[in-house]
């Protein structure tokens, strides 16, 4: 693992075209039966976004200070590459990898790794560009067969480049796990997530604002929607 995450960072190094760096306080309560998920951590994500003659990588890199004294409890990676089709305009070959480890209750849980394979295709949506990408989902642990995955990301700048409107949604169907004395598995179930961000630039380098988690299936699976909002600093590399 640690000479997994050395060479994603040796990437970022060696190849990063735009990179930014964000420190969000995360807040925001949850019921999962009848425990209570209070936030109130801070996180930081590591973006990285290169285009070159044969596509474009994206990659980012999310820790949670979720531990007591603020130490690390969950790290979690994603990394995405589309793919230029010889002969063919806007159509890319999309593929993905996301994983991690999250420590729960002094336990080492592994976020079983995510293998994504698909198209990629841009629609207009007004002044939006957004990239759209129907995937095949394989996920390690999964045993109720295929998955498939949804996303879109945007990023818009507004007022002469005070004001950026970003973000990403996904919607993807994973098993559903019933958890009595043991895991039991029941069909499936559709995930949603997405992440609105709204920041101010204060100048080239630095913006405040933050974003809202609306998820629903994702970090507790009662089928409602949750909404964590954060405020944050960016600070672009």
């Known amino acids: 693992m640690k000479q997994f995450f050395t060479l994603l960072f040796l990437f970022i190094g060696l190849n990063a075209f735009s990179q930014n760096l964000q420190?969000?306080?995360?807040?925001?309560?949850?019921?999962?039966?009848?425990?209570?998920?209070?936030?109130?951590?801070f996180t930081t994500t590591f973006e990285t976004f290169k285009v070159d003659k044969l596509g474009n990588t994206f990659l980012f890199v999310d820790l949670d200070f979720s531990r007591s004294n603020g130490n690390i409890g969950t790290a979690y990676t994603e990394i995405s590459r589309n793919w230029n089709i010889p002969f063919v305009k806007k159509l890319q070959l999309h593929t993905e990898y996301n994983g991690g480890i999250m420590v729960k209750r002094n336990n080492i849980i592994e976020i079983s790794n995510t293998y994504l394979f698909g198209f990629t295709y841009p629609v207009?949506?007004?002044?939006?560009?957004?990239?759209?990408?129907?995937?095949?989902?394989?996920?390690?642990?999964?045993?109720?067969?295929?998955?498939?995955?949804?996303?879109?990301?945007?990023?818009?700048?507004?007022?002469?480049?005070?004001?950026?409107?970003?973000?990403?949604?996904?919607?993807?169907?994973?098993?559903?796990?019933?958890?009595?004395?043991e895991a039991k598995h029941d069909g499936k179930q559709f995930t949603f997530l997405t992440e609105p961000q709204l920041w101010f630039n204060l100048n080239k380098s630095l913006a405040i604002g933050g974003e809202v988690e609306i998820s629903r299936n994702f970090f507790i699976f009662d089928d409602q929607f949750k909404a964590m909002p954060t405020v944050a600093f960016k600070w672009n590399l």
Do not use: C, M
Request: net charge neutral; charged share 25%.
């Open 23 to 41: 420190l969000h306080y995360d807040f925001g309560k949850a019921k999962d039966g009848d425990r209570t998920v209070d936030r109130n951590y």
């Open 124 to 181: 207009r949506i007004g002044n939006f560009v957004l990239p759209i990408s129907i995937s095949y989902r394989k996920q390690q642990d999964a045993v109720e067969g295929a998955d498939f995955q949804f996303t879109t990301s945007w990023s818009k700048t507004f007022y002469h480049g005070i004001i950026t409107f970003s973000g990403f949604l996904d919607i993807w169907t994973q098993d559903k796990v019933l958890f009595s004395q």
